[in-house]
């Protein structure tokens, strides 16, 4: 098993920065992707950003302000938002696919992200 933790959610205005961090413990995989997703209020959970192998990837919305990064040796998955919007608040989850897998299957609790205009 795979535990996911989240933090770094909070309450910041439009423009401002925030710095989610994912540590994932319990079985360790030398080779994985991980994610992050999110779900606003009365929407579908959404893909954000994707980290695997050094290789990123980014859902339109969030290119040129959000910049996934990930720590192999601390098992730590980041993602740096800048130029938060109203539009970025969610519940933010990190996910971890494991080698072989096609899907997600890990995932974390949540952290809280609230943009004020």
């Known amino acids: 098993q795979v535990q996911l933790v989240e933090s770094g959610g909070g309450l910041v205005q439009a423009g401002g920065s925030l710095r989610l961090s994912c540590v994932a413990s319990g079985r360790t995989f030398t080779r994985y992707a991980m994610g992050w997703f999110r779900q606003a209020p009365g929407k579908e959970r959404e893909f954000v950003a994707r980290w695997s192998g050094g290789a990123t990837y980014y859902v339109d919305s969030v290119k040129g302000r959000f910049t996934v990064s990930g720590d192999n040796a601390k098992n730590t998955l980041y993602l740096q938002m800048n130029g938060l919007k109203p539009e970025d608040t969610a519940v933010y989850y990190c996910?971890?696919?494991?080698?072989?897998?096609?899907?997600?299957?890990?995932w974390g609790q949540g952290t809280q992200v609230a943009v004020s205009s």
């Open positions: 996910a971890l696919q494991p080698p072989g897998s096609v899907s997600y299957v890990y």
